[in-house]
């Protein structure tokens, strides 16, 4: 099969799979799809196991350079972490929240430790950006098709933070209370295709590595 015979394929599952996430949050009882997709629901714990699944399929991504393989690896997990709760698991808020950072109760040396990495995570994701940029737009890869489907996974990541902070704020700014029925499809739409996420990624390494490469 062509890369564009697989891309087409893989737009049409993801299709699908949108039109089973809406049709699910419209047709169960609200109880059953709060839980279904709550930060306890079967999508967020399949996204962590996707995540580390997607870590490992890295590690053995030939011929990407061992660096930048251990590097998106260390990523990945990092997600996967925090699809677990991990973290706010170690500390008494989030790490990735600057009210943390702010809280008088905290001992110094859990924030002097959060922060650092933090910090080490950013860098790396900000690293790993610059090369993939590098590769994308002045080496042409946004071209290829697995250039399509990286930038389609990168931009999807904020749009999904859209509808899951979407509703709060809306509430709590604007006081704008959305029915029922498009709050439980923003939250479907949110956790089902943030658990899409580690597979158009899988997705995009494998259309990658189906190309003529030299080791980088």
Known sequence: MTERRLLLAAAAVLVCFG???AGLAVTLPTAHAERLF??????ERLSYWLWIGLAVAVLFA???ALTRRVGMAV???ALAAREEGWHKKFTADSLFKSDYYQMTDVPIAEKVVAGAVVLALTALLLWLLAIGGRRLFWEGGWRRPWGWVTLFGVFLSPVLKVFDRAPSILSHRFDIV???ASDMLLQAFEEG????LPVIFLFAL???LREPQRPR
Not at 38 to 43: N, T
Not at 193 to 196: G, L, S
Request: glycine share 4%.
């Open 19 to 21: 039109l089973l996430l």
């Open 38 to 43: 709550s930060e306890e629901g079967v999508f």
């Open 62 to 64: 030939r011929p990407i």
């Open 75 to 77: 990523i990945a997990l």
């Open 178 to 180: 959305l029915p029922n």
């Open 193 to 196: 295709f943030e658990m899409a």
């Open 206 to 208: 494998v259309l990658f």
